[in-house]
């Protein structure tokens, strides 16, 4: 199973952006998704949840309101829509698959290549 992350980039505070993480190589709708970040200097952190069908999302708290992940299982697709952005949101935004997503990174089996969002003040 292969991810690939992509739609990251440089906005300013206030701004949206909507990375997306294709999914190869496997049944896409067997997987949850995952969204994890991680800024510099720290560890990877969890930030938002699906399950495989997208009836159940999860959320840090820091985000919960402003971001919304969702997928599309006809495209192999899952995304992490980004409002209200925040400098302290900067970070590279790792997704991942995982027979039952959960807050745990060690739960993930695959892991996409990361996208860079910086957000300025």
């Known amino acids: 199973v292969q991810l690939q992350a992509s739609g990251g980039g440089l906005v300013q505070a206030g701004g949206s952006l909507r990375p997306s993480c294709a999914v190869s190589?496997?049944?896409?709708?067997?997987?949850?998704m995952g969204w994890f970040r991680q800024a510099p200097g720290k560890e990877r952190d969890f930030v938002a949840a699906?399950?495989?069908?997208?009836?159940?999302?999860y959320y840090t708290d820091s985000v919960k309101g402003r971001f919304t992940i969702s997928r599309d299982n006809a495209k192999n697709t899952a995304y992490l829509q980004m409002n209200s952005l925040k400098p302290e949101d900067t970070a590279v935004y790792y997704c991942?698959?995982?027979?039952?997503?959960?807050?745990?990174?060690?739960?993930?089996?695959?892991w996409g290549q990361g996208t860079q969002v910086t957000v300025s003040s």
């Open positions: 699906i399950s495989w069908s997208g009836d159940s999302t």
């Open positions: 190589g496997g049944t896409f709708s067997s997987y949850g």
């Open positions: 991942a698959a995982a027979p039952i997503p959960t807050k745990e990174k060690h739960n993930y089996d695959y």
